[in-house]
């Protein structure tokens, strides 16, 4: 009997073995004494092959988002992640969405019928008297692709960076991201610092409109109308950089309790005005005289603080996290999620949970946000009237199903319904516009099913 | 409202410097519970990536959580 | 609690896909044995020949069933007990992972568990031995002091043996070996943990075992670990240590291997060490090696190129 070596990964450090006892190669020959082998060759020449690297994991979902009378949409995600030996980790993300309907263009309603020329220049459409002016010339299909790579770089220093890009028919956007985690404590604690930039271009259909400039309405097929459109016009392609700092304190609070706490600061720069949107100029009576295209700062500074808190029943889990931003617009938001998991056991026939989501949103409006401009008074420096951008108050409550199914591959099913209502931040309201709808709501239903194998 | 920023970005290193007590945390052998996938910070991502889009094109803010960023013209 | 054991000894048959399952009771653990095949009387006759052996060797060899040869050994010790092949081949494999370890693995440091009681978990019961327990229990520990032949065993007065640390794995590879006489259908044995498989089941496949990944510890980066899966196509493998028995003391906490050259548990051991090799018992030895090693458990193995992973 000879010694043996079983594994198959055994050519390295061959040389600094021989000075040690050859336990292995031993305790094979002790073996084969004790259990009398015959088979000890097939032992030898068989592989074993314990591998720490996984097969890939994959994610699928498929998200459909449709407001009441506004737009529709649906998102589909791949997601595949693969963990290699020694907990490197590639995940890839590949993101396709389609988005089709009408969006609130930013104008207030009228008594009357009110026409709007189309951003692209390329026609016109009516308002009914009453009815918050609603763009219904919004489609846009996306592609983005994201690819993260994770890795330890020292013991307890965990590293990532990641790739992004995204593109509309009318928008690209590329972002880097890179992040590090150190643990300590017995892991216990965590502190991260991470960063990301995004560099991104908007080539709007019909160019980029000059601020304050009156939204031109007419007979599109005049002869002069290009010429004039063109005058409303500044360029046909402009960009914006987002760089974003994020630091993040996770720590373990006892056996069922985790926290997370983050501090995140983003600067915005460049063009951050929507140019489909645009404000109503109306007379002392509310009688909109004209629409000017919106303008915004060229540059935000958000910042937020974020806090979550995992907590683990007999059975149940609950996650609970508040979110408070505040930025150089003066608007504020505070956002309140919670999830409630509750297994269910083999209560179906197969491992199920329920998951319940509730989420409350508030937010200040920005300083400039004003839903119409008086022609009286002076023009402000920026103006907008994307109600995004105003007073508002929104609630999520959502339920998910998720169950195994054939080997342990997880199927899930969400739905949830959003509510948003834009509030009044004491804007005076002259005339005809006392009776209609200056601030109206958002109601959308979103339902998701998600696959992992 | 400056008042307000300064409390709020106060409460971090307060919260920081609590959780830094020597009581908190576990063994190793400890974490039984937290090991689990619905105990941690992000269970589902997946989700997570699609409300972020759907919130980051309905409201002013976005991130906190993770990267707010850029990356789509849906804002 | 042997006759509640022994009365427990039922076989369950459950028909899977592909295969069939037999399970049953043994050595305090549940047991398994997965036969790829569709054909029930081949399981039957499996799982009859599989526990037969298992449960023979349970009996022949647990040392808390009086009757058991161990129980006579020790009960006896001072004189001479008469011995078979078998045992007399599990006391030479012993000898040889005694001098392996240098002396740190001994069957014979069963009398200090005397001293010490592991429960685990809460630590309002915990029982702490003195120096002086300690002491006089280590003095009835020692393989020197065991002699014996083909034919006989002799215990010094006071002495035991232990064969717990290895009598499982053998148990799984004598169960492999019975196994592949009978059938040529992929086959798995598992005794509570302790596992080989004959060879890759139908068309090559693997074997996916589960284990717990070692290093599920970090609270952010959970993301970044899988749950892992080990494949196997043939070979055993076998987990050493546990993680509900250990004491806590002024907050140390101590392992159940016990260093029977100190008489104290191992420092710094990680709470298990699952191994990979071509016998079962090797796979036992090499993990219960390496908590041996304490601290230095990982390096061992590494240094000797044994695919493992520890659980700290």
């Not at chain 1, 890795?151 to 307890?156: E, G, H």
């Not at chain 1, 995004?198 to 409109?209: A, H, K, S």
């Not at chain 1, 720069?269 to 909109?288: A, M, R």
Request: glycine share 8%; with cysteine; hydrophobic share 40%.
């Amino acid at each position: 009997m000879v010694a043996i070596n079983t594994s198959g990964n055994n050519k390295m450090n061959n040389k600094m073995k021989t000075e040690k006892i050859n336990i292995k190669a031993a305790l094979t020959i002790a073996t084969a004494a004790l259990l009398g082998v015959s088979n000890l060759a097939q032992a030898e020449s068989s592989t074993i092959s314990g591998t720490e690297e996984s097969a890939w994991e994959f994610d699928s979902a498929f998200l459909f988002y449709s407001e009441v009378d506004r737009v529709s949409a649906g998102e589909a995600i791949f997601n595949a992640k693969k963990t290699f030996a020694n907990d490197e980790v590639l995940n890839l993300k590949l993101t396709i969405d389609a988005l089709t309907g009408a969006s609130a263009n930013g104008a207030v309603a009228q008594p009357t019928v009110q026409t709007f020329t189309r951003p692209s220049g390329n026609g016109q459409y009516d308002v009914a008297p009453g009815d918050t002016p609603l763009d219904d010339t919004f489609h846009d299909t996306r592609v983005q692709l994201n690819g993260q790579w994770t890795q330890l770089i020292a013991p307890d220093y965990t590293a990532s960076g990641g790739l992004h890009i995204s593109k509309e028919y009318d928008y690209l956007s590329l972002g880097i991201n890179g992040n590090i985690a150190v643990d300590f404590d017995r892991k216990n604690s965590t502190f991260s610092a991470g960063f990301s930039y995004f560099q991104d271009t908007f080539t709007p259909e019909g160019g980029i409109p000059k601020p304050f400039a009156s939204m031109l309405v007419g007979d599109s097929n005049e002869p002069t109308w290009d010429e004039e459109f063109a005058k409303t016009r500044i360029g046909s392609e402009d960009d914006k950089s987002t760089a974003d700092i994020l630091l993040g304190f996770t720590q373990v609070i006892n056996r069922r309790m985790l926290m997370q706490f983050n501090y995140s600061y983003s600067m915005v720069d460049g063009y951050l005005t929507d140019p489909f949107k645009i404000l109503s100029v109306v007379d002392n009576n509310g009688v909109s005289q004209d629409y000017v295209y919106e303008s915004r700062p060229d540059s935000r500074i958000k910042q937020s603080i974020y806090a979550q808190s995992l907590y683990h029943f007999d059975t149940t889990v609950l996650d609970v996290s508040y979110r408070y931003m505040w930025d150089d617009w003066e608007i504020t938001s505070h956002t309140i999620d919670s999830r409630f998991i509750i297994p269910l056991g083999d209560s179906f026939g197969t491992e199920s949970y329920l998951q319940p989501h509730f989420r409350f949103y508030q937010q200040s409006a920005a300083d400039f946000y004003r839903p119409f401009i008086m022609d009286s008074d002076p023009l402000p420096a920026f103006a907008s009237a994307d109600y995004r951008i105003g007073e508002m108050t929104a609630f999520t409550v959502g339920l998910k199903y998720g169950l195994l199914v054939n080997n342990g591959h997880e199927l899930s099913f969400r739905l949830e319904y959003y509510s948003q209502t834009s509030t009044d931040a004491g804007f005076e309201e002259p005339g005809v516009l006392k009776d209609v709808e200056l601030y109206s709501s958002v109601d959308a239903i979103i339902a998701q099913v998600t696959y992992s194998f | 409202m400056m008042y307000k920023k300064l409390q709020l970005t106060l409460i971090i290193p307060i919260l920081i410097s609590t959780t830094g007590c020597a009581s908190l945390g576990v063994e190793p052998w400890e974490r039984d519970l937290l090991a689990k996938k619905e105990m941690s910070l992000n269970a589902a991502p997946i989700d997570a990536a699609l409300d972020d889009h759907v919130y980051f094109s309905k409201e002013a803010s976005s991130g906190g959580k993770g990267f707010g960023g850029g990356g789509c013209g849906c804002n | 609690m042997n006759k509640a054991n022994k009365a427990n000894r039922a076989i369950n048959l459950t028909k899977n896909k592909d295969s069939y399952s037999i399970s049953f009771n043994a050595m305090a653990s549940p047991c398994e044995v997965i036969v790829q095949s569709n054909d029930k009387q081949l399981a039957q006759k499996l799982g009859n020949i599989i526990t037969a052996e298992v449960w023979r060797i349970e009996d022949k060899y647990n040392r808390y069933d009086q009757n058991s040869l161990c129980s006579v050994i020790n009960s006896k010790a001072g004189q001479p007990v008469a011995i078979d092949e078998e045992t007399y081949l599990l006391l030479i494999f012993a000898d040889h992972c005694y001098q392996l370890s240098n002396g740190l693995f001994d069957i014979s440091s069963g009398a200090l568990r005397k001293a010490w009681s592991f429960h685990g978990g809460s630590a309002k019961n915990t029982q702490f031995p003195s120096q002086a327990q300690v002491s006089a229990a280590l003095s009835n520990v020692g393989w020197n002091n065991i002699k014996f032949d083909e034919q006989k065993i002799t215990l010094a007065k006071g002495m035991e043996v232990d064969f717990g640390g290895i009598c499982k794995e053998y148990a799984v590879d004598r169960a492999l070996i019975l196994a592949k006489q009978l059938s040529d259908k992929p086959i798995l044995v598992n005794l509570g943990g302790d596992l080989a498989v004959t060879g890759s089941r139908l068309n090559d496949e693997t074997w996916q075992v589960a284990i717990e990944h070692p290093d599920i510890d970090s609270a952010l980066n959970r993301d970044a670990i899988a749950d892992m899966i080990v494949s196997l196509k043939s070979g055993a493998l076998a987990t050493s240590g546990d993680a509900r028995r250990f004491i806590i003391k002024d907050g140390v906490r101590y392992g159940h291997i016990l260093n029977a050259k100190t008489g104290w548990p191992i420092a710094k051991a990680p709470r298990s060490i699952t191994v990979v090799a071509p016998q079962c018992i090797q796979a036992g030895i090499l993990a219960t090696l390496a908590l041996l090693q304490g601290c230095n458990a990982e390096q061992f193995l590494t240094e000797q190129d044994i695919k493992f992973w520890a659980r700290r």
